[in-house]
């Protein structure tokens, strides 16, 4: 049995990730005391993706339409029930956006295993602020504001093998975290809108 190694490829500084077999990689090893390192990589990866021996990596989510569905229904009960705590009142039934404190606010959610925040491009432009809150835990969620500005500067572009590349781009937690403004705490009632 060929064990598969992930390594990340450097290529006219261009980084992708592949997955390569065990046998592969000795043979790069193996080449690079021979010749010039970069040629001999550059020459083994491409022959391999000919031959299907390496596979360039995606992050994929293994999300299926039935659970994407599922995600996108449980995002709209959390934003409703945060909203609701809030005060806020909903001004669009197809997106998370909110009137909360006078603020055009896109209330966006994100669970423990997906830590990540995504926005479309197009929404930006009409909202003050977007509020983030973060699942605990414990099962709370710590809220964060993020001005549209800052998104716009410091978001990331979702991978292209995603549907909403070029549409979208997101935050990790971490990101939300060091850029927001804190906004508290919350245990919310997530059966809300069920």
Known sequence: MHHKKRRN?????QTIPVTISQDLFNRVAEKAGQNSLNAT???????????????????SSGQTTASGRAAAERGKRRAEAIA????????????????????????KSSSQSNARFG???????????????????QGTFELHAITPKDWDENA???????????????????QVRKLGT????LVIDETVGV
């Open 9 to 13: 490829l450097t290529v006219a500084r």
């Open 156 to 174: 990331f572009d979702v991978s292209p093998n995603v549907r909403t590349y070029k549409l979208q781009r997101q935050m990790s937690g971490s």
């Open 41 to 59: 990589i550059v020459d083994l990866i491409e022959k391999a993706l000919r031959e299907g021996a390496a596979v360039p990596m995606t992050k």
């Open 119 to 137: 926005v479309y491009e197009k929404q930006l432009s009409e909202i003050d602020e977007i509020l983030c809150a973060s699942q605990t835990s």
């Open 182 to 185: 804190p906004r508290g705490e």
């Open 84 to 107: 609701n705590v809030l005060g806020g009142k909903r001004l669009s039934e197809t997106s998370n956006l909110f009137e909360i404190d006078g603020q055009r606010t896109l209330v």
